[in-house]
């Protein structure tokens, strides 16, 4: 057999159509790499919750990386372990705190799967009903309980830019954070050093993989790190243009099968299977 490869999987914009669907022929491309014996791993922003049902339609058995990797675990082995990195809780108030001189619409705060609301707030509450969480309502000053893994601002555009600015001059060394793509105007706040690359060194290192041998793919700026450590990097055609210039190629957009046309191509495959 080839030496066995880690294929990395970015979700939203990548591994996903627009529809939040994965094509049969992504699907059956990954299945047949999976059969010659690679491994094919998902690694998002997402909280476990809402990526389990593609970790299950895909058939995995790998480790996957959450929240950016500030969280990694194992859903076949709880002897893996789970390695949950979260952000300071004191750190976490202080920057509530901070936003409330601020315009914004709601912060969130997501402990792995259970969610905390500062503002009764519906705009932003649906994209976090997937895998019914736990959801707790209230001044996040003093019902925060623990740790969060990350914290999220939703605010207009214009606000997202002051509130970072802010972000970057306090808490510069503690924290790191990001800026979502549309339709939502999202601050993405984790602590310092945590990113997807650092998940899949885990996972690489438990694999026996070497870096010579991991394939990532990306769009968006969450994916920077891992593009980067990967030995090649894939952008998305829909992918922002720090991801392109980061990467090795770029492959089609996520609606154009651009995963499944990529490793089709470097693998040689003749016809993926389609069930």
């Not at 980067?228 to 089609?252: F, Q, R």
């Amino acid at each position: 057999m080839a030496d066995q490869h880690l294929i990395v999987l970015d979700l939203d914009g990548t591994l996903l159509r627009n529809d939040k669907t994965i094509s049969d022929r992504t699907k059956g491309t990954l299945k047949t790499l999976m059969e010659q014996g690679h491994h094919v791993m998902i690694a998002t922003g997402r909280p476990y919750r809402s990526s389990a049902q593609f970790y299950q339609e895909l058939a995995l058995k790998t480790p996957i990386v959450n929240f950016n990797g500030a969280l990694v675990h194992h859903p076949h082995s709880v002897n893996w372990g789970s390695f949950h990195t979260p952000l300071d809780i004191g750190i976490a108030r202080d920057i509530v705190d901070a936003c409330n001189s601020y315009s914004f619409h709601n912060i969130i705060a997501e402990i792995q799967d259970d969610v905390y609301l500062h503002n009764q707030n519906g705009h932003l509450l649906d994209i976090f009903n997937m895998g019914n969480p736990k959801i707790t309502i209230g001044d996040l000053r003093s019902y925060l309980p623990d740790s969060p893994t990350s914290l999220l601002i939703h605010a207009e555009p214009e606000d997202v830019t002051t509130i970072r600015s802010h972000l970057a001059e306090v808490h510069a060394e503690l924290i790191d954070h990001r800026r979502w793509g549309d339709p939502f105007h999202v601050i993405e706040i984790v602590k310092s050093g945590m990113h997807k690359a650092v998940g899949i060194q885990k996972v690489a290192g438990y694999l026996n993989i070497p870096q010579s041998r991991i394939i990532a793919f990306g769009d968006e700026d969450n994916d920077l790190e891992m593009l980067e450590y990967a030995n090649i990097g894939v952008a998305m055609g829909n992918g922002i243009s720090a991801v392109k210039n980061i990467a090795n190629v770029t492959t089609a957009s996520n609606e154009e099968d651009g995963v499944a046309l990529f490793l089709e191509d470097r693998f040689n495959l003749k016809k993926p299977k389609i069930n």
